[in-house]
Structure formats: C-alpha cells, structure tokens
C-alpha cells in the first residue's frame, strides 16, 4: 500500500516492498541490520521505504547474485546507478578484484574436490562390478 505521510512523497511499507521485490521481509530487515538499507520510521514504528527502495533492493540482489558478499555490497552500493552500473569510485575497483579473486579460487577448490569426488565414484563402481 502506497501511503504519502506528508513527508515530501509517496512511501510504501516493508510488506508492499517485499511484495514487489519478491524479497521477504525478514530479509528487507537483515539488510537494514547490516547497512545496505536503511528505512526511515513513522511515528508508529513502521519502517518506511521510498519509491528508490525497490531499485536499491534489486541492486544488492543483483549484487549477491554476483558472488559479493554484504560488507563488499555496503562499499559497492553507493557507486551503483539506477541501472546497476557500478561506477569507478575510490577503492571499488580493489574490493571487486580481491572478490573475483576470492571466487576465482573457490572455483578451482570445487573443480578439485569434484574431480577427486568422481574418482571415488569410479573407483567405488569398478570395485562393484568387480565384485558381482
């Protein structure tokens, strides 16, 4: 529900926000807990969102979904345009590398675990049939 609290414009409510961005609101909250929102209140407590909040929760999905973690996103998310685009402000650039770097080896540790995994399987199917 769109409400104008006479706040200088429309506000929506944590429900309608979830609700448009298919986030729940437990976890509209948990970002507000670790700095990536940061909703204003209403007299009554309720946490209200701007129209840019539905933009904003896109960006940081879309910037989970790329493998960054929250306390990256924090850094990220202020260099961020409407269109996701992350714009070279001072010490993105780093923390970006240092991140694919971090996903870069991760990566190669499940390629190894993965080959050493189907040599068991291998080995398990040949002692199998070995066995028959």
Known sequence: MKVNYGEGGW???IGELAE????SERLLRHYERVGLLRPGR???GYRRYDEGAEEEVQRIRALLA?????RVIRQV???TTAG???LPCPGILDALRTQLRTLDQ???EIATARKILRQTITTAEAA???GS
């Open 11 to 13: 506000t929506v409510l």
């Open 84 to 86: 996701a685009t992350v």
């Open 106 to 108: 991760r990566s190669a």
């Open 77 to 79: 998310l202020p260099c």
């Open 66 to 70: 790329a493998g960054l973690p929250t």
């Open 128 to 130: 199998a049939t070995a």
């Open 20 to 23: 448009r961005t298919g986030t």
């Open 42 to 44: 209403l007299p009554n």
